[in-house]
């Protein structure tokens, strides 16, 4: 079965553009979400869905973030302007509904801003 | 609120040596609890869970047990390989569906 993939896999851009980073969750999951791990911080949680509606976006750290699921197979994250302070690896996952189900994780993609 | 409190590493071990991790936790409900792989270059993998108090969860010679009165899910290994060699983290599946997750331990196994 196809796991989670998530698109790019690396990206290098100048601080001031626009970062998209994709994701496809596993078929049928009733969840979505986006996580950015560095060394300082960890493993943090931006946002997440619900049948494709975002329900908690408390983690979003600026206004320069957003997110999209414009339907149950598709995902975007966008940061717009980019900063270096963005650098990370951004990892998208999704689960079934149910908390006894664990949350399956793409490879992420690791994007540093110039 | 939930929370996850993980041993903070790095973590250095002899090959076959035992491994523990030790991972707490505070919660309202009964939450399910897992532990997560990472090798370097990778996404999270599974690598066990445990829905209710009592379960043991094993997978690939790890082991962790749901201790409710000690609020407690460590993670113990009885003879580690270099392959082990990744961050291990330990995760609470909280209301509607969020995890809440440690900050990782990093375990470096030399032959």
């Known amino acids: 079965d196809a796991g989670v993939i998530q698109s790019p896999r690396h990206e290098v851009t100048e601080m001031g553009q626009e970062v998209t980073l994709r994701c496809k969750p596993i078929s049928g999951h009733d969840y979505l979400f986006w996580y950015r791990q560095t060394m300082m911080r960890g493993l943090e949680l931006l946002i997440y869905?619900?049948?494709?509606?975002?329900?908690?976006d408390s983690g979003m750290p600026e206004d320069r973030f957003s997110a999209k699921m414009p339907n149950a197979s598709f995902s975007t994250l966008k940061i717009q302007p980019s900063e270096p302070r963005d650098s990370a690896v951004y990892f998208c996952?999704?689960?079934?509904?149910?908390?006894?189900?664990?949350?399956?994780f793409g490879d992420g993609t690791r994007l540093s801003i110039l | 609120g939930d929370s996850v409190t993980q041993m903070e590493g790095p973590v250095t071990l002899s090959e076959e040596a035992f491994l523990t991790i030790n991972c707490t936790y505070t919660?309202?409900?009964?939450?399910?609890l897992f532990w997560y792989v990472q090798y370097p270059g990778e996404g999270l993998q599974l690598l066990l869970k445990?829905?209710?108090?009592?379960d043991k969860g094993s997978n690939k010679g790890f082991e962790a047990t749901y201790r409710k009165e000690t609020t407690s899910f460590h993670l113990e290994k009885g003879s580690v390989q270099v392959s082990d060699s990744a961050v291990y983290f330990c995760a609470l599946g909280g209301t509607g569906n969020q995890f809440y997750f440690g900050t990782g331990t990093s375990l470096t196994v030399i032959p």
């Open positions: 869905f619900n049948n494709n509606v975002p329900i908690d």
């Open positions: 445990a829905t209710k108090a009592d």
């Open positions: 996952a999704s689960s079934f509904l149910a908390t006894n189900q664990p949350q399956h």
């Open positions: 919660a309202t409900g009964y939450p399910s």
